[in-house]
């Protein structure tokens, strides 16, 4: 129904930057919160930012200053770009949306496949 494609991860170096992207594509009546969990090997998934549809954003303390989320509603889309990086910011990240299929259904929580970040010095 509706697909959540992640894109933009892979290897960086400690001190750089990576900008994820994630376009949700489907039966989308309308997209309500987006977000990005990550998950580090041995840890538990946690969300590193979201931003509702009217542009409120939560970033999460430990990546303050580091990362910008955003979103372009007319595409579906949501970023997040990430500098300064360091290698406890090696995880699998994967994006997040309340999406709500048609007029009148209950909102629904769509997840990515998920892309892996790797900070490598």
């Known amino acids: 129904q509706v697909q959540l494609v992640e894109s933009g991860g892979g290897l960086v170096q400690v001190g750089g930057s990576l900008r994820l992207s994630c376009a949700a594509s489907?039966?989308?009546?309308?997209?309500?919160?987006m977000g990005w969990y990550r998950q580090a090997p041995g840890k538990q998934r946690e969300l590193v930012a979201s931003i509702s549809n009217d542009g409120s954003t939560y970033i999460r303390n430990s990546v303050k200053g580091r990362a910008t989320i955003s979103r372009d509603n007319a595409k579906n889309t949501v970023h997040l770009q990430m500098n300064s990086l360091i290698r406890e910011d090696t995880a699998v990240y994967y994006c997040?949306?309340?999406?709500?299929?048609?007029?009148?259904?209950?909102?629904?929580?769509?997840w990515g496949q998920g892309t892996q970040v790797t900070v490598s010095s």
């Open positions: 997040n949306a309340v999406v709500t299929i048609r007029l009148g259904a209950t909102p629904l929580v769509f």
């Open positions: 489907g039966s989308i009546f309308s997209l309500g919160t």
